[in-house]
């Protein structure tokens, strides 16, 4: 992109554009290179922010930026319930510190340690369904089959209950029509809302019960507050891990050698998971609303200005990262760390759950498809957005 003014590039950059997804990186590299805090003037406005130091500082800094942003962001991935604002994700200082504490018990390592054999016995069960066919589209098949039943488990949801759930959210993320979308949003929440009004009445000590229970700020949380925030507690469980799965596994396709080596080495595929969320972090963007007159990298922002953080461009930060284009599980894992989880106050609460889902996930499928390889003519394309992923993962395998 040599020659393209940085500012030209950031003006008409959108991350919800399909067309960037293939060079998204290089994109924003030069726009990163030229201008780390620039406007761009696509989704009705929006400040494009890609620099390591910027974002930081943006994330951290919740007097001056505000998770709680109109139409951008993570947010934006729950269309259904706009007008209500989302405890914790979309609150900030001590309104979100309050709601973190409350719900931060269920995340923990232990807690997330907890998990791993219950996401091994998912693996295995949908695997032991793949294998006899001897090909599938991973994306579907797997990598969005474990996390909507891992975290409708952490919720505290029951067996048949986390598979209404996993179904009715891969509807609603897969369908093709906005109608579609609609409807299917409307029996989600619907059956959102019978899960917390059961749990008003009948407390279990789960996490749902806990949301729905807390007194914060002397208040419980309404209806609306809930059944948003509980959408975006399962598109942050389901879509992130499953999209960070299948990322991971079309690298480790188009890496043999490297594929061996985390199959073998529970360390190296620990290095691995690492080094994928730092290179590809599932959660490409999330946005901040301007609170207070103030300057971002030597820009002067204003109250209602929208920022989008962009967690992969700033992962890549010449001026912290060395080669931070190169994917590399030997990367020195001290300072400075990468934002792939976050940064700040809204860091991801699910990071040790995600990864140990990732390692059981990656681990089960490599043993159980041998001579795993992508389907002859078979063309992988990318997704950017809110969300970094792979659109399809067609592949075969051995069987006899």
């Known amino acids: 992109m040599s020659g393209t003014d940085p500012a030209d590039l950031a003006w008409s950059f959108s991350h919800l554009d399909p067309a960037v997804a293939e060079t998204a990186y290089d994109t924003l590299g030069a726009i990163r290179r030229g201008c780390p805090v620039a406007r761009s003037g696509e989704l009705d406005g929006f400040v494009l922010v890609t620099g390591y130091a910027e974002i930081r500082e943006a994330a951290r800094a919740s007097d001056r930026f505000s998770a709680c942003v109109d139409g951008l962001g993570a947010a934006a991935v729950v269309t259904e319930m706009r007008e209500a604002v989302a405890p914790m994700f979309e609150t900030d200082e001590d309104h979100h510190h309050q709601w973190r504490r409350l719900l ?67 509807a609603v993320y897969s369908a093709e029509t906005l109608a579609e979308a609609q409807q299917a949003g409307r029996i989600y929440a619907d059956f959102l809302l019978g899960q917390i009004h059961q749990r008003r009445t009948h407390p279990t000590g789960d996490l749902l019960s806990v949301m729905v229970n807390a007194q914060v700020d002397g208040r419980t949380a309404d209806d609306d507050e809930l059944v948003k925030m509980t959408m975006l507690m399962v598109a942050a469980g389901h879509l992130t891990t499953a999209d960070a799965c299948a990322t991971a596994l079309l690298h480790l396709l188009d890496e043999p050698t490297l594929r061996q080596q985390v199959s073998a080495d529970s360390t190296a595929l620990e290095a691995f998971v690492e080094e994928l969320v730092r290179y590809n972090p599932a959660v490409a963007a999330t946005g901040r609303t301007v609170t207070a007159k103030t300057h971002l990298g030597g820009m002067p922002l204003f109250p209602g200005d929208r920022l989008l953080l962009a967690w992969g461009s700033a992962n890549r930060d010449e001026r912290v990262f060395d080669d931070g284009d190169v994917f590399d599980i030997d990367r020195d894992r001290g300072a400075p760390q990468h934002l792939g989880w976050g940064a700040g106050e809204h860091r991801c609460l699910g990071r040790h759950l995600a990864r140990v889902e990732l390692h059981v996930m990656l681990i089960e499928l490599l043993r159980a498809l041998p001579g795993l390889r992508l389907q002859a003519g078979a063309a992988v394309r990318r997704t950017f957005g809110v969300i970094r992923g792979v659109a399809g993962l067609p592949v075969r395998w051995e069987h006899r």
């Open 104 to 170: 931060q018990t269920f995340f923990t390592p232990a807690a997330a340690a907890a998990q791993a054999q219950y996401v091994r016995a998912v693996c295995r069960e949908v695997l032991q369904e793949l294998i006899p066919h001897g090909a599938a589209d991973l994306v579907g098949a797997y990598a969005r089959q474990v996390p909507p039943l891992v975290i409708g488990r952490v919720l505290g949801l029951a067996e048949l209950e986390r598979a209404w759930l996993s179904e009715h959210v891969r």
